[in-house]
């Protein structure tokens, strides 16, 4: 019952969303909503993927960004991590204490003198600057489950590796990253979320060039009227890869967290 | 092919010594095996010996020359790891080529030195599985395979059957013991299984706190343990410990225990002050018309030999009967002590006391 319960809290919003975005604005606002089918209609869709084209431009900046960070995520942190995981780095609790650290601000202490630093330099509204403040809170969460994982490959197969003569670097690339492969996908696929959802930064440190599909998503919400059709159809486009992502590395992800929590 | 040699090689982790001065050397194509119950500090000094441990002092020898900072490769050791460690991602003949692959080896020569360690092993359909697809035995004959391909100058075994069921571990015990007779490479061998260590050394070492307490053939540990602990630990049922007195009476000399005693003769009696204990193999108490009257309580006949065991007030013993056994529990029967069996302990030291036939 309280699965029920809890199943319909959550999923009662996105089918909402979903119905809406096939419905006309007059149907969404009068009152009571007219959900008659004979009101169905693909013209939202039409309207936000046509128009001036911003939520596709949010899309394609969006997908370049959140690829990015989660590649650029995944190198550093694979390394980073194994690092931790398993050589014998000096103050290693420290570094792994530091790297949690990083995470215990909320964006609203420090986007003012991020947004000063960024725009010094000259780097606001370009993916360098979103991809790398991306970074800075993703990559912390990406070295901590990953050296979970690592840790959990078994001690002796390195030390099997190190018998069969490879290098540090060679058992890494030749043993722990392809037995960790599930792992690395699902981590992936979580950066690869936290960055394509990310508003608050981007709201703040992108003009025009590189908004992303939040921002794109938001402003149907305008100041004199609100296109609520328009703005859920594109909040359902928005979330697809999204959906398709979990639904693919599903299994992935499931084991990759159940692994990471036991170990970790 | 080398020998071995380990000089006061010593291991301390933080305030724990897990190895202490240990001093010994094994010869160029010998197989001997480390033997202790767990935490004795046997696989630690594995460890120390591969290269994959540094030790904390003392030296390790591999043909003469000191061996302390090579790596596990440059040492040119292969080691067989308890839960096998097979590279999960890759299929047996990768497993068993990786070291070929690493050391950029032509592909054919790689192809067909796996194909010969496959053949040798019994290998030859399973190459193109995966680890997982392959049942516990196979697994360790990949892991075996990974280790001879290299044609290493040491092997070293890490408790490398106790995963298996005692069948197979029976099977595998013989298999390695033929192939080390046909590769007579250098072998160190980890147990905590006795029967195992006495059925495959050449020499045992027994282990004991982090300490070696005694070097020795499989006869040698087994009829002449230095202490009671080799004595327990070696043999199965073990051997007996008796915690009696010495009497003398009328020139013959009798060992009392509780209500029990058992004549020893003059040339077994060593001269020592201290108390002593009297350690005794089953197949060295003999029941029959004479000597000590007793009472047998448990008999466990397993084929070839029947232990029965027979208690007094104040003591009991266990005798190996050849074949099977018509004495039944409650029976009154007579345990006499066959002289070459007797062994005496200081009880206080735990050494054995020799004496003039041992």
């Not at chain 1, 009101?39 to 309207?47: C, D, M, V």
């Not at chain 2, 071995?4 to 724990?16: D, N, Q």
């Amino acid at each position: 019952m309280g699965l029920v319960i809890f199943t319909a809290w959550t999923l009662g919003p996105i089918l909402w969303a979903v119905i809406s975005s096939f419905l006309p604005q007059t149907a969404l606002t009068s009152t009571p909503p007219d959900l008659s089918p004979a009101n169905l209609t693909l013209a939202n869709f039409q309207a936000v993927l046509a128009g001036d084209r911003s939520l596709v431009k949010g899309l394609i900046n969006s997908s370049i960004i959140a690829i990015s960070t989660a590649a650029v995520a995944l190198v550093l942190g694979s390394a980073a991590a194994y690092a931790l995981a398993r050589l014998h780095v000096p103050g290693s609790n420290k570094i792994l204490l530091m790297v949690l650290a990083t995470q215990m601000f909320p964006g609203i202490v420090i986007i003012i003198p991020l947004f000063i630093v960024i725009s010094r330099m000259g780097l606001t509204d370009t993916y360098i600057a979103l991809i790398v403040v991306y970074l800075s809170f993703i990559l912390p969460i990406v070295i901590w489950i990953l050296k979970g994982f690592f840790e959990a490959v078994p001690l002796e197969l390195e030390r099997a590796a190190a018998v069969d003569g490879a290098s540090v670097l060679q058992t890494f690339r030749l043993i722990v990253l392809p037995i960790s492969l599930p792992a690395l996908f699902a981590t992936g696929v979580f950066a690869f979320i936290e960055s394509w959802n990310e508003f608050f930064f981007a709201v703040i440190l992108t003009r025009i060039n590189v908004k992303t599909a939040p921002i794109a998503i938001a402003e149907f919400s305008g100041q004199y009227t609100s296109l609520y059709g328009q703005m859920v159809a594109a909040a359902v486009l928005a979330s697809i890869p999204v959906i398709v992502l979990a639904v693919v590395f599903r299994q992935y992800i499931l084991k990759g967290f159940v692994e990471g929590a036991v170990k970790g | 092919m080398a020998d071995v040699e380990l000089i006061k090689v010593t291991k301390r982790y933080g305030p724990v010594l897990a190895c202490s001065e240990l001093d010994f050397h094994i010869n160029d194509g010998e197989f001997v095996t480390l033997l202790g119950p767990s935490g004795c500090g046997k696989t630690t000094a594995l460890n120390l010996i591969a290269g994959l441990d540094e030790v904390t002092s003392g030296q390790i020898l591999m043909d003469g020359s000191v061996v302390n900072e090579l790596t596990p490769f440059e040492r040119d050791i292969a080691m067989v790891f308890q839960n096998y460690a097979l590279y999960p991602h890759m299929t047996v003949a990768d497993n068993i080529g990786f070291t070929l692959k690493l050391r950029k080896r032509p592909k054919d020569e790689v192809r067909r030195r796996v194909a010969d360690v496959a053949e040798m092993l019994e290998l030859g359909q399973l190459l193109n599985r995966r680890p997982r697809e392959l049942s516990g035995g196979q697994q360790q004959r990949v892991a075996l395979g990974r280790a001879v391909i290299r044609e290493p100058r040491v092997f070293l075994f890490d408790e490398p059957f106790s995963n298996l069921d005692a069948a197979l571990r029976v099977r595998m015990r013989l298999e390695i013991k033929e192939l080390h007779q046909q590769l007579k490479i250098t072998s160190l061998f980890v147990t905590h299984d006795q029967e195992e260590a006495l059925s495959i050394s050449d020499r045992i070492a027994i282990m004991r706190d982090g300490r070696i307490e005694q070097v020795g053939t499989s006869e040698e540990v087994y009829a002449q343990p230095v202490s009671r602990y080799v004595a327990r630990f070696i043999g199965s049922p073990p051997m007996d410990i008796l915690k009696g007195t010495l009497e003398r009476e009328a020139g013959r000399i009798w060992y009392r225990v509780g209500a029990a005693r058992f004549e020893i003769p003059e040339s077994v009696v060593p001269t020592h002050a201290g108390a002593l204990d009297l350690g005794v193999r089953p197949e060295h108490v003999l029941l029959g018309a004479a000597g000590q009257p007793v009472t047998a309580t448990v008999i466990q006949p397993l084929g070839p030999m029947t232990y029965v065991t027979v208690g007094w007030e104040g003591g009991r013993l266990t005798s190996g009967v050849p074949g099977m056994s018509h004495v039944k529990p409650g029976d009154a029967i007579h345990v006499s002590l066959a002289p070459e069996g007797i062994l005496f302990f200081d009880r206080e030291s735990d050494r054995r006391i020799a004496t003039t036939t041992a």
